[in-house]
């Protein structure tokens, strides 16, 4: 049994015109798939390690043979990062969440305005590559957070349930360098309802 890369949500030119056809491609087709390509490959000698979702090996590296930790952290990370990427933006989206989800951002941000603020200076000013993150903690309360390469809040315990990528292989082909017109034009894109189910399950 080895890792998949699985079928993405939509065509290429669907996010358009926020996130071109061409940079979907590549990032679908290339980047993601081969973190998924190298993590299998990391595993070929450990094929009970195959058994185990990806977010389970992540959330216990420590339990992970010594001489493939590093490899999996990071092609097993950027699997797992790119599968909620991926499903965490729909055309034609809602432009905010309602519901439980927005009741939970308005009580941790204040408002959602100020949620939307602080995730986007998050995102823009992460030093590299990297992730933003929206995340439960252990208590069920929200958090925004960044993470650098492709490390996971998984590894950390923490429950993801909204991510951007800020390597640049996301954005370049249309942003060049500018990173916050990215980010400014991917919030048109978020699929709320699917965070917001998210969200709910994590709350069980």
């Known amino acids: 049994m080895t890792?998949?890369?699985?079928?993405?949500?939509?065509?290429?030119?669907?996010?358009?015109p926020y996130i071109d056809a061409r940079t979907m491609e590549i990032?679908?087709?290339?980047?993601?798939?081969?973190?998924?390509?190298?993590?299998?490959a990391a595993l070929e000698d450990f094929p009970d390690l195959h058994a185990k979702p990806i977010e389970e090996l992540l959330q216990n590296l420590n339990a992970v043979p010594e001489e493939i930790r590093t490899a999996v952290r990071?092609?097993?990370?950027?699997?797992?990062?790119?599968?909620?990427?991926?499903?965490?933006?729909a055309p034609g989206a809602s432009d905010k969440p309602s519901g439980t989800?927005?009741?939970?951002?308005?009580q941790s941000f204040g408002d959602f305005d100020?949620?939307?603020?602080?995730?986007s200076s998050t995102a823009s000013g992460h030093f590299g590559s990297g992730w933003a993150w929206l995340v439960l903690d252990g208590s069920g309360g929200l958090k925004v957070l960044s993470t650098a390469n492709q490390d996971t809040p998984l590894s950390d315990g923490l429950k993801p349930i909204l991510t951007i990528d800020v390597w640049e292989h996301a954005y370049y082909l249309n942003y060049q360098n500018?990173?916050?017109?990215?980010?400014?034009?991917?919030?048109?894109?978020?699929?709320?309802?699917?965070?917001?189910?998210?969200?709910?399950?994590?709350?069980g």
Do not use: C
């Open 27 to 40: 990032h679908y087709s290339k980047h993601h798939a081969g973190y998924v390509n190298k993590l299998n």
């Open 74 to 89: 990071n092609t097993g990370g950027g699997h797992a990062n790119h599968m909620l990427f991926w499903k965490n933006m």
């Open 114 to 119: 100020a949620f939307k603020d602080r995730f």
């Open 178 to 203: 500018r990173r916050p017109d990215f980010i400014t034009a991917w919030w048109n894109v978020v699929n709320w309802d699917q965070v917001t189910q998210l969200y709910e399950t994590f709350l």
């Open 3 to 16: 890792y998949e890369l699985p079928k993405l949500p939509y065509p290429y030119d669907a996010l358009e």
């Open 101 to 106: 989800l927005a009741d939970a951002i308005v």
